[in-house]
């Protein structure tokens, strides 16, 4: 079946720009995963969704950083204002339940955005 | 809170060689460890993870790992590697409770192979 999808695949933006990244999951997959992969941070967990709801926000940088999850299914991460240090690959991951860290994490390709 | 560190960020090999990608973890409860592949301009892949039971682990494209805990330790192996190994391997750790099924990830090992 089809693995995790992001879009837009390539982000160029200007500072001070808002952006929205698109996550679509596996299909039934009820955990979904934020991470930002960036050259002076490494790869780093920004939000987990079960189902709809957030239980776990702690890695979201800052305010500027919101996600949302709508049907159980696509994510949308958005970033307001966008500044220079957001620039880095955006992956997305999937779980099958969530409620298990056994479980195994499907990463998407990511989107690379950058930020001038 | 719970950290790993891959001190090698870059690993030449030869192929055909042996390699070992080294990782450590530090926490005070016990964890679980992953190891993932990533191809260029590609997502994550899990090569494979330690729950617990036997300390030695068995995962695709002929990688294996062996935990050990006195060693606080997870180095991945291959007693062969082909040019279709080149990426960048990626160590984790996530808490069995309480952690939020977090992955915590250390600075990557990017494997070259050469010919």
């Known amino acids: 079946g089809a693995g995790v999808s992001q879009s837009p695949s390539n982000k160029v933006t200007e500072k001070g720009k808002d952006v929205e990244l698109r996550c679509d999951p596996i299909?039934?997959?009820?955990?979904l995963y934020w991470y930002r992969q960036s050259l002076g941070q490494g790869l780093e967990f920004l939000i987990y969704?079960?189902?709809?709801?957030?239980?776990?926000k702690s890695g979201l940088p800052s305010d500027r950083f919101s996600a949302e999850r709508t049907g159980g299914s696509v994510s949308t991460l958005t970033i307001q204002r966008t500044q220079q240090e957001d620039s880095a690959v955006y992956l997305c991951?999937?779980?099958?339940?969530?409620?298990?860290?056994?479980?195994?994490?499907?990463f998407g390709p990511g989107t690379r955005l950058l930020v001038l | 809170a719970q950290s790993v560190t891959q001190l090698d960020s870059q690993v030449p090999v030869f192929e055909e060689a042996p390699v070992e990608l080294r990782c450590n973890y530090s926490?005070?409860?016990?964890?679980?460890l992953f190891w993932y592949v990533q191809y260029p301009n590609q997502g994550l892949q899990l090569l494979l993870k330690y729950l617990s039971g036997s300390t030695l682990v068995k995962g695709i494209n002929g990688f294996e790992a062996e935990f050990n805990k006195s060693q606080t330790s997870f180095h991945l192996r291959k007693p062969s590697v082909h040019i279709s190994d080149t990426a960048e391997y990626f160590c984790a750790v996530t808490l069995p409770t309480g952690g939020g099924n977090k992955l915590t990830f250390g600075t990557g090992t990017q494997l070259k192979v050469e010919l």
């Open positions: 926490s005070s409860v016990s964890v679980y």
């Open positions: 969704f079960q189902g709809n709801s957030a239980p776990d």
């Open positions: 991951a999937s779980s099958l339940v969530g409620t298990s860290p056994q479980e195994t994490q499907y």
């Open positions: 299909s039934g997959h009820t955990a």
